[in-house]
């Protein structure tokens, strides 16, 4: 009876080992599809550059909010957002802060930030005085940067469902040394207008700047679930 009693619980260890086997790859697999949904950015680095900063504000609102305080805290809730989705973030400033000795400087500062990261993404505010009915957020890129430019106009396409003006497109930007000199696929996202008196006040609103992070962050998972992210990495100038 004792022989047959250990080779029935050998028996049951046979069944058990292989459908405990199962289950754990069953588990393994869950947990990878559940991390690809909710964490889509692993694996990605990504630049997060607040326009301006410290001595330089940027461009000045027609009530006097200052580009800079507007581009570092859209682009603190983007890092956060990032963070959240599984992403390496490195920001070039998390302060008040000019980043060289002049504006040279602080342009390399930030480009030299982008060495060895998948993307940078500047965040910046736009303005134009003599029209001051023009609003909306704008994407831009480096003419000669194809995965560049993919990337602003899957950006654009989300930021266009919450800025005021939907119906701007991404374009090339011919002059911008950041996007010029920077070593991977980059974007300048100028968030909307300061010189329009109605945007200048959304743009202050907490929650506006969340929905703005938010569509910025959207565009870059867009971007990378289309295939490009990896294709693109040296693909540069
Ligand atoms: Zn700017």
Same mark, same amino acid.
């Given at each position: 009876?004792?022989?047959?009693?250990?080779?029935?619980?050998?028996?049951?260890? !046979?069944?058990?080992?292989?459908?405990?086997?199962?289950?754990? !790859?069953?588990?393994?697999?869950?947990?990878?599809?559940?991390?690809?949904?909710?964490?889509?950015?692993?694996?990605?680095?990504?630049?997060?550059?607040?326009?301006?900063?410290? #001595?330089?504000?940027?461009?000045?609102? %027609?009530?006097?909010?200052?580009?800079?305080?507007?581009?570092?805290?859209?682009?603190?809730?983007?890092?956060?957002?990032?963070?959240?989705?599984? #992403?390496?973030?490195?920001?070039?400033?998390?302060?008040?802060?000019?980043?060289?000795?002049?504006?040279?400087?602080?342009?390399?500062?930030?480009?030299?930030?982008?060495?060895?990261?998948?993307?940078?993404?500047? %965040?910046?505010?736009?303005?134009?005085?003599?029209?001051?009915?023009?609003?909306?957020?704008?994407?831009?890129?480096?003419?000669?940067? #194809?995965?560049?430019?993919?990337? #602003? %106009?899957?950006? +654009?396409?989300?930021?266009?469902?919450?800025?005021?003006?939907?119906?701007?497109?991404?374009?090339?930007?011919?002059?911008?040394?950041?996007?010029?000199?920077?070593?991977?696929?980059?974007?300048?996202?100028?968030?909307?207008?300061?010189?329009?008196?109605?945007?200048?006040?959304?743009?202050?609103?907490?929650?506006?700047?969340? +929905?703005?992070?938010?569509?910025?962050?959207?565009?870059?998972?867009?971007?990378? +679930?289309?295939?490009?992210?990896?294709?693109? %990495?040296?693909?540069?100038?």
């Amino acid at each position: 009876m004792k022989t047959y009693y250990i080779r029935r619980r050998y028996l049951l260890l !046979l069944i058990l080992l292989p459908l405990m086997l199962c289950l754990l !790859l069953l588990l393994q697999d869950w947990r990878q599809g559940r991390e690809a949904l909710s964490m889509p950015l692993v694996g990605l680095t990504v630049v997060v550059d607040a326009g301006h900063g410290g #001595a330089d504000p940027g461009v000045v609102g %027609v009530s006097g909010v200052l580009e800079k305080d507007i581009n570092l805290a859209v682009a603190q809730k983007l890092a956060a957002l990032l963070e959240n989705a599984g #992403a390496t973030v490195i920001m070039t400033r998390d302060a008040d802060l000019f980043l060289g000795e002049n504006k040279r400087g602080d342009l390399q500062a930030r480009v030299d930030a982008a060495v060895g990261a998948d993307l940078l993404i500047s %965040v910046h505010g736009n303005s134009f005085p003599q029209q001051s009915s023009s609003c909306g957020a704008q994407v831009f890129y480096a003419s000669n940067n #194809a995965a560049g430019e993919r990337l #602003a %106009v899957a950006m +654009q396409k989300c930021l266009a469902a919450v800025s005021a003006d939907g119906h701007r497109q991404a374009l090339p930007h011919a002059s911008s040394y950041l996007l010029k000199h920077c070593s991977c696929p980059a974007v300048v996202a100028e968030v909307g207008f300061l010189s329009n008196a109605a945007e200048e006040r959304q743009l202050t609103d907490d929650a506006y700047q969340w +929905q703005l992070a938010w569509a910025m962050l959207e565009g870059i998972v867009a971007y990378r +679930q289309d295939g490009s992210a990896e294709n693109a %990495v040296g693909n540069q100038e």
